[in-house]
């Protein structure tokens, strides 16, 4: 699987939203891009993902670059059970497994 | 069905001994993952089973460490001869269809002594 690219910390102010960035400029045509977080001492949730298109769920919204070497995760609006580990990871079609790196640490700030 | 349980949440044992952790799966889906994180990294693959076949395995799961899934529903994960680099949180997870996210069950957390 290609390698993704997060800044390790970002803060957000409650009720503002995020942009977390991931960078994954050697992404193949058949990889997914898939999100989760990680509250502590949780295992990880499934936020989202996708593939070319731009995605939104309850959770939260995926944009994709047109060139898709890059994403942002968008949380609209930033609470306090937002604060977690998020990883930003590349799937391909053909994978059975995903290789999450360290991930962003979110902390929102009340 | 409210997850994925993982059993036991903690455990502490002493080098040497041998531990089995146990993984209840959503029961629908049909493929299964084990994962092990250590402090301050995202999880590292281990295994996958579909139904009770094992089709992939990490270089990371070393002989000492055994997988199954004998009827296609809860799995097992043994480690033999416990080390102390054996100490981390092992997750467990399951998905219906290869392209569907993953849930991850709260993981057991082992500290070898």
């Known amino acids: 699987d290609a390698k993704t690219t997060q800044p390790n910390s970002m803060e957000s102010n409650e009720e503002e939203p995020v942009h977390l960035p991931c960078n994954h400029s050697?992404?193949?045509?058949?990889?997914?891009i898939h999100w989760y977080r990680q509250l502590p001492s949780q295992g990880p949730e499934y936020v989202i993902h996708?593939?070319?298109s731009n995605v939104n769920n309850r959770m939260a919204s995926l944009a994709i670059a047109e060139d898709r070497k890059s994403s942002t995760l968008i949380l609209h609006r930033a609470t306090l059970r937002d604060a977690a580990v998020y990883y930003c990871?590349?799937?391909?079609?053909?994978?059975?497994?995903?290789?999450f790196g360290t991930g962003t640490s979110l902390t929102v700030i009340p | 069905d409210t997850g994925v349980s993982q059993d036991p949440r903690h455990k502490i044992t002493k080098r040497g001994q041998n531990v089995t952790f146990r993984c209840d799966p959503i029961?629908?889906?049909?493929?299964l993952y084990w994962y092990r994180q250590t402090l301050g990294q995202g999880p590292e693959f281990l295994t996958y089973?579909?139904?009770?076949?094992?089709?992939?395995k990490s270089r990371l799961l070393s002989d000492r460490f055994s997988a199954e899934r004998p009827k296609g529903s809860f799995s097992t994960l043994e480690i033999q001869r416990t080390e102390q680099g054996d100490s981390a949180m092992y997750l467990c997870?399951?998905?219906?269809?290869?392209?569907?996210?993953?849930?991850f069950g709260s993981g057991t957390r082992l500290t070898v002594v």
């Open positions: 050697t992404i193949s045509g058949t990889d997914y």
């Open positions: 990871i590349l799937r391909d079609s053909e994978g059975n497994q995903f290789y």
């Open positions: 997870a399951s998905s219906l269809a290869r392209w569907d996210g993953y849930t």
């Open positions: 996708g593939l070319t």
């Open positions: 029961s629908e889906h049909n493929r």
């Open positions: 089973f579909q139904n009770e076949a094992q089709l992939e």
